[in-house]
């Protein structure tokens, strides 16, 4: 992929990202442990990757590419989560990326019969619940802010697409093209230590912000997301709010592309849900204290919410955990 005026590949310089933002996340918090699916020059497949992730437990799966098209007139970087698009250009972009599979053996038996160049293979990626939608999302807003704000790179936005490594992963996890090679422009830049430094630190910027977000300092410990509030639309349910002057606790179930009200799996919850830029939240309990909450939190664990989370409010409005720990502190 690219011009071809350099010797440099988009596995070259993908992995060179990946490197230097792996070197910001060590120096800046040495008691996160990093897992690489490759430090070398060697090709590890789809499902490989995927496995990996899983089974080393990860909290979060950040994969790194660059972008191409047919004319050189694209660029920008772009964030993707996992998600159906009706948008071609989506589509078309996660379809290439899937195209790996090609290079593997016998990979219609690994991968199920699934095809990434056959639109009807991508029937079975419209029937997945992502369980972790809402931090992917949150990570991904705020690696988007630093491309634009700080890199000064062209936002193309963040999006939804069936990228398989995104979609076979337990954890939350996005999908990220740096730029584009066939843009003759954007290749000089990626193609240069400083340019590279900018992306891999604007992608280190976002997970720094995303880990401050949560309670404490501890990336394990993602089951605690605060995400930037937006146009928010409640929808009255069984569980009545509660507005008070108190910090109050929940736990977010999940994050759904549709209404999941009328599902089996939501009956007897008294789940309430919230509409948040066209994606819908659901959350259950009320509770004055944090060790209230977690046990609520794992409750819902135990009944198959494995991404359930807690987040705090005050008065009507999402607040951060560290927001809701300094009310706490002041009001005592």
């Known amino acids: 992929m690219g011009t071809k005026r350099y010797t440099q590949y988009e596995k070259h310089i993908a ?14 918090f040495p008691d996160i442990k990093i897992i690489y699916t490759r430090k070398t020059d060697v090709f590890l497949e789809l499902w490989e990757r995927t496995e990996l992730a899983n089974e080393k437990k990860a909290d979060l799966f950040i994969s790194v590419h660059c972008d191409g098209f047919t004319n050189p007139n694209p660029s920008g970087a772009s964030v993707f989560v996992m ?4 948008l071609k250009a989506n589509m078309d972009v996660a379809m290439r990326e899937n195209s790996v599979m090609y290079l593997e053996d016998n990979f219609k038996e690994k991968y199920d019969g699934f095809d990434p160049k056959s639109p009807e293979s991508y029937i079975v990626f419209s029937l997945m619940q992502n369980t972790f939608l809402d931090q992917s999302i949150s990570i991904a807003e705020k690696i988007e802010d630093e491309f634009a704000n700080r890199a000064k790179r062209k936002s193309r936005g963040v999006k939804q697409a069936p990228f398989y490594v995104i979609s076979r992963v337990n954890m ?16 000089d830049f990626l193609n240069t230590e400083l340019g590279k430094d900018h992306i891999a630190s604007a992608i280190f910027r976002g997970f720094r912000s995303y880990k401050e ?17 937006k146009e928010i639309i409640k929808i009255p349910t069984p569980k009545k709010e509660i507005t008070t002057d108190k910090v109050v606790y929940k736990v977010q179930i999940g994050t759904y ?6 599902d089996k799996s939501f009956m007897n919850l008294n789940a309430y849900e919230e509409i948040i830029n066209g994606t819908y939240k659901y959350y259950v309990g009320n509770a004055y204290n944090k060790v209230s909450a977690d046990n609520v939190k794992i409750k819902m664990r135990e009944k198959g919410f494995k991404g ?10 999402r607040i951060s955990m560290q927001e809701a720990l300094d009310l706490q502190t002041k009001n005592k």
Do not use: C, H, R, W
């Open 213 to 229: 977000s949560v309670d404490g300092s501890n990336i394990s410990e993602l089951d605690k997301s605060a995400v930037k509030e």
């Open 257 to 262: 592309l549709k209404s999941m009200l009328s």
């Open 172 to 187: 939350p996890s996005i999908l990220i093209e740096a730029g584009f090679l066939t843009n003759p422009k954007e290749e």
């Open 15 to 28: 992995l060179d990202i990946s490197l230097k933002l792996g070197n910001y996340i060590k120096d800046a």
């Open 308 to 317: 359930a989370f807690v987040v705090a409010f005050y008065q009507d409005k």
């Open 83 to 86: 998600g159906m698009s009706k």
